[in-house]
């Protein structure tokens, strides 16, 4: 029923390939590099989000909220970090619960701003009334996420599933594999109205819990909520990427059947929907003998791809004003023979939407748990900390990113790295009260 693109994934049944490329492609990672990932440490401090910075002065009950809102992002992250941690197998992963925990942070980050902004609206206008809210939560668990917890949006899930059984009940029938997915594609496509979002230019649409509630999103997330509901239903649902899709299949010993053609359709078909019988997909070419030689893609690299979208979409929200930029731009520039040596400065960075850019930073971190030694996303990461002007960070990334990249890729970055860390030594020039550039002997 379902097909994906590995960054835009295509969903499946009436869903034609989409065909957005995005440079935000990190294939080369290493799954068995992973042991750094035990001393991973998230701070969620002002310095780790600069838009909890330079706030109001907050009133005692303020107070008590911005602790409740980084206790929470704190406790999303820590939880989301524990899920897929690689001391766990990783058939033991939630999908769901990873990427609710994933929008759990993403929200309470955007409600604290949010609140923030009212505040600051207040406080101009010299009233001191609070904007906010009561807070009637006091934990992860308890927090409305879309109206609803994180636990009742995993009983969400469940109750598919149970409509699932009930359809099958009232038809009479067994628990043949073709009968329990036509049943799942019913209840899923149908009766739940579950559609795929056509561009993916709405959060919403790449956040499972506002998939669920709006019954619309990305493809990849359709296939998330295939793959939980088959799951739930004691069936294993596995996927691979094959070319610009992501096809999912229910696991066999006998892939050959999945081929074989009933009422019109293969079993295969009736998972992956048009793409498999588009000529124009690789999908089409794909037999038994040929799945047997597809890496299945782990639990872990689902989530990527999710997250990897995530980076996408916030990536394009936060540029939306600067068409066309892109994040190594920057690099382009400084490695250009006739450019001025003095041209990368602090007034050449474009200016972006801070929150879109951090929610974009804030991905980025979850898929570096997954991935440390990604030296793409390493780069692609350094490259959001530069234009969100924390340049000390940036410079430690990028420098981490030459130490894993190509012999080419890390002589690209090296003089880059390298004015921006003049940049950042200016900057504590200056805020010391010196004048006058920094200059280098």
């Not at 769901?96 to 955007?110: G, I, P, R, S, T």
């Not at 709405?202 to 295939?226: E, P, Q």
């Not at 006998?254 to 079993?267: A, I």
């Not at 030689?293 to 394009?316: F, Q, V």
Request: hydrophobic share 40%; charged share 25%.
């Amino acid at each position: 029923m379902l097909s994906t693109s590995y960054w835009v994934p295509t969903a499946a049944m009436a869903f034609p390939t989409f065909p957005d490329h995005c440079f935000f492609r990190y294939d080369h990672h290493h799954r068995n590099d992973h042991k750094d990932l035990r001393r991973w440490r998230i701070r969620t401090t002002a310095a780790a989000y600069p838009l909890f910075s330079n706030q109001i002065q907050l009133t005692k009950d303020s107070s008590s909220r911005h602790k409740l809102y980084q206790e929470a992002i704190k406790t999303s992250r820590d939880k989301f970090t524990r899920e897929i941690s690689f001391q766990s197998k990783d058939k033991d992963i939630s999908l769901a619960k990873a990427l609710l925990y994933v929008a759990a942070e993403d929200e309470v980050f955007m409600s604290f701003n949010r609140e923030m902004d009212a505040c600051s609206i207040l406080n101009e206008r010299r009233n001191v009334s609070s904007p906010s809210e009561a807070i009637d939560w006091d934990s992860l668990e308890q927090m409305p996420l879309g109206g609803k917890t994180i636990p009742e949006w995993l009983s969400e899930l469940d109750a598919i599933a149970k409509e699932v059984e009930a359809e099958l009940v009232s038809r009479d029938i067994g628990c043949h594999l073709v009968e329990v997915l036509e049943a799942v594609n019913l209840v899923l496509f149908e009766s739940r109205g579950l559609t795929r979002s056509p561009v993916l230019v709405d959060s919403k649409h790449s956040y499972l819990h506002s998939v669920l509630s709006s019954r619309c999103g990305s493809a990849i997330l359709l296939s998330i909520i295939y793959i939980e509901v088959c799951r739930r239903l004691g069936l294993t649902i596995v996927g691979s990427r094959v070319g610009e899709d992501f096809l999912i299949w229910p696991q066999t010993g006998y892939p050959e059947e999945l081929f074989k053609v009933t009422s019109g359709h293969s079993l295969f078909a009736i998972v992956n929907g048009r793409c498999v019988e588009d000529p124009r997909s690789m999908a089409s070419d794909l037999t038994g003998t040929s799945l047997l030689g597809l890496e299945i893609a782990t639990n872990r690299d689902i989530i990527g791809i999710a997250l990897a979208n995530l980076i996408r979409l916030h990536w394009k929200r936060a540029s939306r004003s600067n068409h066309g930029l892109m994040l190594t731009s920057p690099l382009r520039h400084v490695n250009d023979a006739g450019e001025k040596p003095n041209m990368m400065d602090k007034s050449n960075v474009p200016l972006l939407r801070p929150q879109d850019l951090r929610l974009a930073i804030m991905a980025s971190e979850r898929l570096l748990i997954l991935q440390p030694h990604n030296w793409a996303l390493r780069r692609d990461h350094g490259m959001m900390l530069y234009y969100n002007r924390e340049y000390g960070k940036a410079v430690q990334e990028l420098s981490i990113c030459m130490a894993f990249a190509p012999e080419e890729e890390a002589e690209i970055l090296e003089p880059f790295v390298e004015k921006l860390h003049l940049m950042r030594l200016e900057s504590t020039w200056k805020s010391l009260g010196h004048t006058g550039r920094l200059t280098v002997p």
